[in-house]
T-cell receptor, first 112, second 113 residues
Framework: GQQLNQSPQSMFIQEGEDVSMNCTSS?????WLWYKQDPGEGPVLLIA?????ELTSNGRLTAQFGITRKDSFLNISASIPSDVGIYFC????????????FGQGTRLTINP | SQTIHQWPATLVQPVGSPLSLECTVE??????LYWYRQAAGRGLQLLFY??????ISSEVPQNLSASRPQDRQFILSSKKLLLSDSGFYLC????????????FGDGTRLSIL
């Protein structure tokens, strides 16, 4: 089946640093989504990408849909303590029911 | 605005007991509904999805079943729980169409003893 390779698995950074994570796949997706999950809660949507080459920002977050439609990256600028959590990429297949394939997550830890 | 509710938040069940987890969505009609399971420290795996009342599609063979008795209600069930059913279960909804992302509930932590 389809799989997403998300890296890095974990990051330990200083407050104020920029962060970059990415997802790659051997399959093509028509949508890429980035979610953040806090402990004991459901994932919260950060950015949705619908078109190859699309670059979208949400505050300090920027994400891009790769030209090949097989990859995506998420950047966080000037990290702050509330950025701590697990970040997931997800690729969507299908049109009627949007089935998502998730990456394994990137756990972000920030040292103040 | 739309909201999604899952309950219970936490559940501890003995092996072999039945299970019923409930998910409801408010503020929208005819949503697509989804059940996911998340193992500790891992990504989410799609278990079931539904595009309408009584319509259930299963993504992976397992000991669980799903039902959609009402438009905005999605239930995850088991007749006999296994140890391997432990995990974090998440319900999600989306509207129809290709550019409608999924939105998740806060999940149910299920522990099997």
């Amino acid at each position: 089946g389809q799989q997403l390779n998300q890296s890095p698995q974990s990051m330990f950074i200083q407050e104020g640093e920029d962060v970059s994570m990415n997802c790659t796949s051997s399959s093509i997706f028509n949508t890429w989504l980035w979610y953040k999950q806090d402990p004991g809660e459901g994932p919260v949507l950060l950015i949705a990408l619908y078109k190859a080459g699309e670059l979208t920002s949400n505050g300090r977050l920027t994400a891009q849909f790769g030209i090949t439609r097989k990859d995506s990256f998420l950047n966080i600028s000037a990290s702050i303590p509330s950025d701590v959590g697990i970040y997931f990429c997800a690729g969507q297949v299908g049109e009627g029911a949007q089935k998502l394939v998730f990456g394994q997550g990137t756990r972000l830890t920030i040292n103040p | 605005s739309q909201t999604i509710h899952q309950w219970p938040a936490t559940l501890v069940q003995p092996v072999g007991s039945p299970l019923s987890l409930e998910c409801t969505v408010e503020g929208t009609s005819n949503p697509n509904l989804y059940w996911y399971r998340q193992a500790a420290g891992r990504g989410l795996q799609l278990l079931f999805y539904s595009v309408g009342i009584g319509q259930i599609s299963s993504e992976v063979p397992q000991n669980l079943s799903a039902s959609r008795p009402q438009d905005r209600q999605f239930i995850l069930s088991s007749k006999k729980l296994l140890l391997s059913d432990s995990g974090f279960y998440l319900c999600a909804w989306s509207t129809g169409g290709s550019r409608q992302p999924q939105h998740f509930g806060d999940g149910t932590r299920l522990s099997i003893l």
